[in-house]
């Protein structure tokens, strides 16, 4: 039984670590691929927007994958409803682990298999959400004392 929940576990654990690179791929890509703002025109909204729009693509990539190892619940046979099958995999998948679902003994061990899966998955979003708003942070920086400079103003502790 162990073997086979590894079988068939490790193979949709390898497409959603797949997909997730994908996304996180496109993700930054699109974040670095954006117009810098004009010097003196920012905006909240304006500011954020490629963060936004980053962290709605890596939560569709993440909504794709508890979908992916939903569908193979209800191919495995666990489930009759695909709506039972994503809640349980949501569940697995953000390592909540409510147990009000649990999957037959012989496919049991893909629910910790799935729950260790998400957690990295939803670590690899983070890091990339995180290298994006370095990143914001250090265009900022970089605007304030580019602009600073131009106008002899000084913000630090120098002269």
């Known amino acids: 039984?162990?073997?086979?929940?590894?079988?068939?576990?490790?193979?949709?654990?390898?497409?959603?670590?797949?997909?997730?690179?994908?996304?996180?791929?496109?993700?930054?890509?699109?974040?670095?691929?954006?117009?810098?703002?004009?010097?003196?025109?920012?905006?909240?909204?304006?500011?954020?927007?490629?963060?936004?729009?980053?962290?709605?693509?890596m939560m569709t990539g993440t909504l794709v994958q508890i979908a992916v190892w939903g569908t193979l619940f209800v191919a495995l046979g666990e489930f009759t409803e695909f709506y039972e099958a994503i809640y349980h995999s949501a569940v697995n998948f953000a390592s909540l682990g409510y147990g009000d679902i649990v999957m037959t003994k012989p496919w049991?061990?893909?629910?910790?298999?799935?729950?260790?899966?998400?957690?990295?998955m939803l670590g690899m979003s983070a890091a990339a959400l995180m290298v994006i708003l370095q990143h914001m942070i250090k265009a900022q920086r970089d605007q304030l004392v580019q602009r600073d400079h131009g106008t002899g103003n000084r913000n630090d502790s120098g002269t």
């Open 1 to 57: 039984m162990i073997v086979m929940n590894f079988l068939v576990g490790l193979p949709v654990m390898l497409l959603c670590l797949a997909l997730q690179v994908a996304v996180s791929f496109w993700s930054v890509r699109y974040y670095v691929h954006q117009p810098a703002a004009p010097t003196g025109r920012h905006g909240f909204l304006r500011d954020i927007r490629p963060l936004l729009v980053a962290m709605l693509f």
């Open 108 to 120: 049991k061990l893909l629910g910790p298999l799935e729950a260790v899966n998400g957690v990295l």
